[in-house]
T-cell receptor, first 113, second 112 residues
């Protein structure tokens, strides 16, 4: 059974810092990995999708990497801003025969002005 | 595209009542998923459909929960009878083949 872990569970940083959020998964036979952002009381917004054949994806100040062999992904946020404050969730998708996403518990990020 | 549309946004009901949550996936997406989110358990997959057919419902907590997808553009999640422990945010998501998931805004259910 796939298990996804995110460390740390919560993070508080001053504005402007570069930061890294970690995600680890137990079964390396994944189809893809997706990072989401969730604001309080809101739904999930997709940030980045990395296919199993890819090593990283970038969008603006966000960069996500994937190392399947070690079962790890990182989300790098450059020059953090207060507007980045949210919960960040990573989710892995099993092989295409089973479409389910398994979510980590999330990292709650607070960026202080 | 309007994204995944869920209704209602909020639902408050009394214990024992029937609750129906609705979802319209993105046009062209062939997979649909129902998730439940609580503070204690995080995001849990309840059931998912592929091409309107239920593929895995092992996450459905008990027989009080049922889900249907009568066509490619509509799905319902029904709880009958509802209980206070069913209070949560219920999300619907859809995807197409190797593309990522798109989530709806969720339905916040409170059973009193």
């Amino acid at each position: 059974k796939q298990e996804v872990t995110q460390i740390p569970a919560a993070l508080s940083v001053p504005e402007g810092e570069n930061l890294v959020l970690n995600c680890s998964f137990t079964d390396s036979a994944i189809y893809n990995l997706q990072w989401f952002r969730q604001d309080p009381g809101k739904g999930l917004t997709s940030l980045l999708l990395i296919q199993s054949s890819q090593r990283e994806q970038t969008s603006g100040r966000l960069n996500a990497s994937l190392d399947k062999s070690s079962g790890r992904s990182t989300l790098y946020i450059a020059a953090s801003q207060p507007g980045d404050s949210a919960t960040y969730l990573c989710a892995v998708r099993r092989g295409n025969a089973g479409n389910m996403l398994t979510f980590g518990g999330g990292t709650r990020l607070m960026v202080k002005p | 595209d309007a994204g995944v549309i869920q209704s209602p946004r909020h639902e408050v009901t009394e214990m024992g009542q029937e609750v129906t949550l609705r979802c319209k996936p993105i046009s062209g997406h062939n997979s649909l998923f129902w998730y439940r989110q609580t503070m204690m358990r995080g995001l849990e997959l309840l059931i998912y459909f592929n091409n309107n057919v239920p593929i895995d419902d092992s996450g459905m907590p008990e027989d009080r929960f049922s889900a249907k997808m009568p066509n490619a553009s509509f799905s319902t999640l029904k709880i009958q009878p509802s209980e206070p422990r069913d209070s949560a945010v219920y999300f619907c998501a859809s995807s197409r083949d190797s593309y990522g998931y798109t989530f709806g805004s969720g339905t916040r259910l409170t059973v009193v």
